[in-house]
């Protein structure tokens, strides 16, 4: 298990560095709503699954949601036939 927990604090300093340094607004938040899952999996190993819930509602879910909407607007999420049509 301790094999695991080592993993996964990596896996979360390597989404940390990755968002830091990434150009793409698109893969910054794909990389969020990685580390979000991976924390809400760190809070059920650390037994407190009312956290755990509420980081996989809150961060992976709803605020993932919100930056896909807000990359839609700003126009940085669109669809291939919309850039075609340009």
């Known amino acids: 298990m301790l094999a695991v927990e080592w993993l996964l604090l ?3 300093i ?3 560095l990755a ?3 990434s150009k793409n607004l ?3 938040v794909i990389i969020f709503m990685s580390y979000s899952l991976v924390m ?3 809070w059920v190993l650390l037994r407190s699954p ?3 819930i509420t980081e996989a509602a809150v961060g992976a879910g709803v605020t993932s949601v919100l930056f896909f909407l807000a ?3 700003i126009g940085q999420l669109g669809h291939k ?3 075609d049509n340009k």
């Open 10 to 12: 990596l896996f979360l």
């Open 14 to 16: 390597v989404c940390a």
């Open 19 to 21: 968002v830091s340094i």
């Open 26 to 28: 698109l893969n910054s």
């Open 40 to 42: 809400a999996v760190i």
């Open 50 to 52: 009312d956290l755990a």
């Open 71 to 73: 990359l839609r607007k």
């Open 81 to 83: 036939d919309d850039e």
